[in-house]
């Protein structure tokens, strides 16, 4: 007997993230899946985001005991990492756009984690825009993080000459606030 959709779990290695709005004229991307399914540039890891309330105190006149408030929200950072590639600076680019006050870097993040027998939805129009574009997904849940910029850059892995790994690349986001969205 097949189990409930609702109760299979998702897997950790299952997942695109596409980083689209940033540069000069705020088309620069970096994704996992090109719009046209090709790899462009595998994410090898990316935490996922964290939002926390904070509890806030009062005391009141005579009252013994303190009553509970929530406070401020804070959302934690995004970690991506990736192997480096030949010919492809764009973490680095983004971050000394930061660094340097260059353009517009702030991004909009979109992580999508998706279940073992997801499906892309299908489209009857001829050119109709492909599934990572619009996030239609069967069996999927969408992270979407607002506001992202780099904080930290790590550009490769530190260098060894025993060493057969792949080099990674590291970087860190700031993002503002991020919706969940699950697509039935």
């Known amino acids: 007997m097949a189990r409930a959709k609702s109760t299979d779990f998702l897997h950790n290695f299952r997942f695109h993230v596409i980083v689209q709005g940033f540069g000069a004229a705020g088309d620069a991307q970096l994704k996992s899946a090109a719009t046209d399914g090709t790899v462009t540039a595998g ?8 939002a926390t309330q904070e509890a806030v105190e009062y005391r009141e006149g005579h009252y013994i005991y303190t009553q509970k408030y929530s406070g401020l929200p804070t959302v934690s950072d995004i970690s ?6 030949k010919s492809d600076g764009t973490f680095w680019v983004w971050m000394k756009d930061v660094i340097e006050g260059n353009a517009e870097y702030r991004a909009n993040l979109r992580i999508l984690h998706f279940h073992r027998d997801s499906k892309p939805a299908t489209s009857t129009t001829p050119g109709a825009p492909n599934v ?4 239609v997904e069967t069996g999927s849940i969408e992270y979407r993080c607002q506001e992202a910029f780099p904080t930290r850059h790590k550009v490769s892995s530190d260098l060894d000459a025993t060493g057969s790994e792949v080099s990674i690349q590291e970087l860190d986001l700031a993002i503002e606030h991020f919706d969940v969205i699950e697509h039935a």
């Open 43 to 50: 994410f090898n890891t990316c935490s996922t985001p964290e």
């Open 80 to 85: 991506l990492s990736r192997g480096v590639a």
């Open 132 to 135: 990572h574009q619009k996030a």
